[in-house]
């Protein structure tokens, strides 16, 4: 059942024109995501009530922002303070989870409980104050499709659990019943929905635990006990005479990724946020797609040095291609700006300074 979506101000404002301020509630408001959601919405004149617990993310990332918007210090999954955190907001984006290959191995049960219970407490505090929230936007995943049939995969591709008895798939198995939620128990009760597949987001201060920080940090380390010193990043090519540094990688290095910088990222959320009908799913990421050896070989080169990597066994569950089609959102504006070879200097620089790697 689809209801037409009911009138939420607009979040882009266009320049020259006067803000109208919309109450927008981030949960997961400390994470990466989050805290650039926060931002670009209170900087963009927004009213921003945030939720974070601390479980992963900080909300030191937003510190900055706290006498502009509301901090809540709280659980998603705890009725009142989902109710409390929603009054009076017209969109609600939820992107609190349990995220990181780690979490899903040693603790599925968390991962499936943020996941189930965060999502059924904001969709009842959404349909409790339904007189105000025009919109939820439910923070699903690329993880749904495990290994898609088709890349560039569409927002059509069909979704799987390979095997429910790996712990692995805690995380993408909580994303499908959050969706599920979505359109069978949220819409049904007059509540406007839209479902966003983030896909492979990057950035400075974006977590440890995904594959770029492990990169930097793989080479800075291998670069220490190698005795090779990091240099100043070379443009493409230019590490042909540089030092070489030995890593080890999973897998054969062809497995494919597409990285979207993060204000990428933010631009289309606001677009399918405000053009996106009631229903839609929408891919959110690049479509430069790039393999593990390439994308080794571009850290190394921010790092000032040429990487040499021997391969080793791929992990149990992971994908072997990922890129998905954005011409669904492309339609309603979106463009990514940010291409990666410019995104990653920035991103690098930030994690050789957080681990010290110094020249
Ligand atoms: N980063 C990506 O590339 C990517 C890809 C696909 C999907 N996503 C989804 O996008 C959303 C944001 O991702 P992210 O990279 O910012 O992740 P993140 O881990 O940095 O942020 C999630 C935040 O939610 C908070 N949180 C967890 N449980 C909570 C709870 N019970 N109550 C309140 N807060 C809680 C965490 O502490 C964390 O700050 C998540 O839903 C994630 O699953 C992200």
């Given at each position: 059942m689809c209801y037409i979506a009911r009138r939420m101000g607009k979040l882009i404002t266009p320049a020259g024109e006067k803000v109208t301020p919309v109450r927008a509630l981030v949960t997961g408001a400390g994470g990466f995501i989050g805290a650039a959601l926060t931002r670009r919405l209170v900087e963009g004149g927004h009213q921003v009530v945030a939720v974070e617990n601390g479980l992963r993310g900080t909300p030191?990332?937003?510190?900055?922002?706290?006498?502009?918007?509301?901090?809540?210090?709280?659980?998603?999954?705890?009725?009142?303070?989902?109710?409390?955190?929603?009054?009076?907001?017209?969109?609600?984006?939820?992107?609190?989870?349990?995220?990181?290959?780690?979490?899903f191995y040693q603790r599925p049960d968390v991962v499936l409980d943020v996941a189930?219970?965060?999502?059924?407490?904001?969709?009842?505090?959404?349909?409790?104050?339904?007189?105000?929230?025009?919109?939820?936007?439910?923070?699903?995943?690329?993880?749904?499709?495990?290994?898609?049939?088709?890349?560039?995969?569409g927002e059509d591709e069909r979704a799987m659990i390979p095997d429910v008895r790996n712990p692995r798939f805690s995380y993408g198995g909580g994303k499908l019943i959050s969706e599920l939620l979505s359109f069978h128990y949220l819409q049904r009760r007059g509540v406007a929905a839209l479902v966003i597949r983030p896909h492979n987001v990057y950035g400075p201060d974006m977590g440890d635990e995904h594959v770029i920080p492990q990169f930097v940090k793989k080479i800075g380390e291998?670069?220490?006990?190698?005795?090779?010193?990091?240099?100043?990043?070379?443009?493409?090519?230019?590490?042909?005479?540089?030092?070489?540094?030995?890593?080890?990688?999973?897998g054969d290095g062809t497995e494919t990724r597409s990285f979207c910088h993060v204000d990428d990222f933010v631009d289309g959320l606001l677009i399918a946020t405000d053009r996106g009908g009631d229903g839609e799913i929408f891919h959110i990421g690049t479509e430069?797609?790039?393999?593990?050896?390439?994308?080794?070989?571009?850290?190394?080169?921010?790092?000032?040095?040429?990487?040499?990597?021997?391969?080793?066994?791929?992990?149990?569950?992971?994908?072997?291609?990922?890129?998905?089609?954005?011409?669904?959102?492309?339609?309603?504006?979106?463009?990514?700006?940010?291409?990666?070879?410019?995104?990653?200097?920035?991103?690098?620089?930030?994690?050789?300074?957080?681990?010290?790697?110094?020249?």
């Open positions: 030191k990332r937003i510190a900055d922002l706290a006498s502009r918007m509301k901090l809540v210090d709280g659980d998603v999954r705890d009725p009142a303070t989902a109710s409390t955190a929603t009054a009076g907001c017209e969109v609600v984006f939820h992107l609190a989870a349990v995220n990181g290959t780690e979490n189930v219970r965060g999502s059924l407490a904001t969709m009842d505090a959404a349909i409790e104050h339904k007189a105000t929230v025009k919109r939820y936007v439910n923070f699903s995943s690329s993880e749904i499709y495990n290994e898609p049939t088709h890349v560039p995969t291998a670069a220490k006990a190698q005795g090779v010193a990091l240099g100043q990043p070379l443009a493409a090519g230019a590490e042909a005479s540089a030092k070489e540094v030995r890593v080890q990688i999973q430069e797609e790039i393999s593990v050896r390439e994308l080794l070989a571009m850290v190394g080169r921010n790092l000032g040095v040429r990487v040499v990597f021997e391969t080793g066994p791929r992990t149990a569950g992971s994908t072997p291609r990922r890129c998905p089609s954005i011409k669904k959102l492309g339609a309603l504006g979106f463009a990514p700006k940010i291409g990666l070879e410019a995104g990653l200097r920035g991103t690098v620089a930030w994690y050789r300074e957080s681990y010290k790697f110094q020249g």
